[in-house]
């Protein structure tokens, strides 16, 4: 789970279970109230103009398989960023996301790890 930090409760209703709060709702975890997080991504100036364009889409390989990566860490983004830049050049963008987070892993890692995501 992100830091406790970035995690924003609001008055909308959960998008999963729609305000019901079951006990087993992963998303609202029964409070029946969606909750944001701040979340970051860091990629290179080529991959964002496809983001730009086309969106988020998810990699087709990473520590946890096909999925969109981000982190609550945003120096963990920005070294992200400086590893595909010095993978592929550009330069390192990073995008500050709120998001309601759904279905999500959490792994907790010192330093960027894993295969880079390609975007796009």
Known sequence: MPNPSSRQSTDEACFRCKGDAPAG?????????????IVYHGTNTEASKNIDLDGFSLSLSGMFGQAFYVTADRSKSVAFARRKVKLEGGQGVVYTLLV?????????????????VTLG
């Open 25 to 37: 709702c992963g998303s609202c975890r029964g409070t029946g109230k969606t909750a944001h997080h």
């Open 100 to 116: 309601d987070v759904g279905n999500m892993k959490q792994h907790n890692a010192s330093g960027p790890r894993g295969v880079p």
